[in-house]
Structure formats: C-alpha cells, structure tokens
C-alpha cells in the first residue's frame, strides 16, 4: 500500500513537470506570435509657418511614419487637402530611412507649397492618406488634423539687383547695336551722296536734266496742266543751277532780265520767254489747253538743253 502511494505521489510530480516545461514553451511562442503583429503607422502634419505674409508661400507637411523596412507598406491612395484661402501651388513626395536607437524609421514625405488669397485665416485639413501593409494585404486610412495659418499684410519685394545688372547689360547691349547700325546707316547714305556727286561731277548738267525731262513729263498725261507746272520747275531748276542764279524766286520777266546779263543769245531768250510765260498762263489761267501746246513747250526745252550739251561736248573736244 504505502508502495503504491509512492507510486501515485511521482505520477503526479511527473506530470507537473511536463506540464510546467509545456507552459514555459507556450510563452515563447506567444512572444514571437507577438512579434510578427501589425507595426504600428503614425501621420504627423505641419506648417513651417503659423502666420505668413500675403505676397510669400507656406509648406504644409505630412509624414507617414513606422519602424521598419521601407518596403513593408506602400500608399496606396492620398488626397491632397482641403484648403481654405489657399491655392495648392505645387506639391511633393518623398521617401527615406534613418537609423534611430539602432532601430530603422521608414518614412514617406508629403509636402505641399500653398499659396495665399486673401488676408485672413487660412486653413489645413482633411487629407486622406490610405496605406497597404505589403505582408499582409490589410489597409487602413489615416486622416490628418486641421491646422490654421494666418495671412498677413505682404511684404515689400526685395531688390533683385541681379534682374537689374541683367536688364542694365542687356540695355547697353542693345544701345551699342542700334548706335553701330545708326553709324552704319550713315555711313552708307554718306557714301551714296558721295557717289551721286561723283556721277553729277561725271555726268553733264544738260545731260542730266534732259533724263529728268524724259522721265518726269509725259506727253500722253490727261493732266496737261500738272506736265507744264513740272517743265516749269525742271527748266527753272537747270537755269539756277547753270547760271547760279536765284531762278525759282523770280517772275518770268525778272528772271529774263537776269538772263538777258549772263547769255545774250537772242533765240535762247525769246524761247526761254515762250516757255516760261505760256507755263505762267496754263498755271494761272482756266482755259483749255492743247497737248500740242505742250509738245511745242517741251521741245523747246529739250532742243535748249540738246543744244547746251553739244556746245559743252565739242568745247572739252578741242581743249583736248
């Protein structure tokens, strides 16, 4: 009997310690079933700024954050914030991992720039951010506080004087290529009066005024009082530049008077006479005048003119 008591008294001291080692390896399975739970997912927001000046930009700032490999949760939704006197002007992301306590902190960076409206409060808020846990497909959301900015009376611009020197050595610039292309100009067209008096020095005054004569007049005109007021002036012109003599100023009777002093030639004044009294009549008087008229008006200048050229021609043939 006392044998068999013995016997019962280690049968359950036996069994305690299987079951007392049984409950020790149940512990450590708990701890590493409690080690592969859900880590946890923090959202922090922020301004960089509580009050901002009308004419400036403000940051708002969220952070998703959690210990751990980067990888482990991917954003799979985010909305951009409400807003109240704001303008979102641009946004954001960004990802990193640092190492804190010897442990690693993955976070995901959202960063918005907002631009202000109007003076007054502005606000922050209700931006929805929804997340995937990569190892075990859950998702959850995450919802950040609303923070308030207040906007100020802008500040004065500051001086860009770099816009200036640039703006300073584009003006020089553009002064040194007009002033270059002014002189340029210049200098052609006084290189082009040069020439034309070369030509005129070259070409015989008759000979000239007998190409103006031809090209200006015309014959065929229905204005046949216009074609006598510009022989007028084109004989007016040849007789002041020949005689150096004040010709566009005076009568008609004054001026063959003057002309009667520098070329008694009979037949040169008397057709000078015709030409300039019957140009004086058509030019003052209202009745109809023929195109015969004016044919016999322009072959007398032109036969004075002809007549000029050849006496000049054979006088530098035989000072030859």
Sequence with gaps: MRKFLWAFYFLIFFISVILFFKSMLWAQDSTLVQAGEPIEVRLSTEVDKLEVPRNRLVTFTAKVEWAGDINRFE????????VENFDIFKN?????????????????????????????????????????DKST???RRLLTNRLGVK??????????????????????AFIAVLAFGSISVLKKRALARKRQQELAAIVPLEQGYL??????????????KNEFSIISRIYREYLAEKY????????TQELISILGSENGDEKFLSDT??????????KFGGGQISISELTRIYTLVENILEKNLTTLEETEANSK
């Design 75 to 82: 954003i799979v939704e985010k909305r951009d914030p409400d």
């Design 273 to 282: 006479n015709e030409i300039l009294h019957t140009c004086d009549v058509v």
């Design 92 to 132: 954001a992301e960004a990802h990193q991992t640092e190492i804190v306590d010897g442990k690693p902190i993955s976070r995901a960076i959202l960063e918005f720039t907002l631009k202000p409206q109007s003076l007054g409060m502005g606000y922050v808020g209700d931006m929805l951010i929804r997340y995937r």
């Design 137 to 139: 497909g859950d998702e």
């Design 211 to 224: 190409d103006r004569l031809k090209n200006e007049v015309s014959l065929n005109s229905s204005e046949v």
């Design 244 to 251: 150096q003599i004040a010709a566009m100023e005076v009568t």
């Design 151 to 172: 906007v100020i009376d802008p500040l004065p611009e500051p001086i860009d004087y770099q816009r200036i020197f640039y703006w300073i050595i584009i003006s020089f």
